[in-house]
């Protein structure tokens, strides 16, 4: 069973950056895809950033492309995400995601999630 506990959220200026991490516990973090998912009130949870295994390759939505960047240190089982640029659009609870399977990661259906942590950005 992996636990996941994000921290780094708060209040940003527009044009701000956050940056988030996610630190895994209860498993061998290297074997994870690791994922990064917002979810705005009265909207869907929403894909942001995904990294696979060893980091060799990240993907992102298109809404955050270019301004978020996600990473990982596997040797001390976290997951980050550095979110530059922020937008009035961006505002959420971000959540923190976790699967051996990079698809279930991509289609937001990873078998872990962390509590979330909220990001808001002021005008």
């Known amino acids: 069973q992996v636990q996941l506990v994000e921290s780094g959220g708060g209040l940003a200026q527009a044009g701000g950056s956050l940056r988030l991490t996610c630190v895994a516990s209860?498993?061998?973090?290297?074997?994870?895809?690791m994922g990064w998912f917002r979810q705005a009130p009265g909207k869907e949870r929403e894909f942001v950033a995904a990294?696979?295994?060893?980091?060799?390759?990240?993907y992102y939505a298109d809404s955050v492309k270019g301004r978020f960047t996600i990473s990982r240190d596997n040797a001390k089982n976290t997951v980050a995400l550095q979110m530059n640029s922020l937008k009035q659009e961006d505002p959420a609870v971000y959540y923190c995601?976790?699967?051996?399977?990079?698809?279930?990661?991509?289609?937001?259906?990873?078998?872990?999630w962390g509590q979330g942590a909220q990001v808001t950005v002021s005008s």
């Open positions: 990294i696979t295994w060893s980091g060799g390759s990240t």
């Open positions: 209860g498993g061998t973090f290297s074997r994870y895809v």
């Open positions: 995601a976790a699967d051996s399977r990079l698809g279930a990661v991509l289609s937001g259906k990873a078998d872990y």
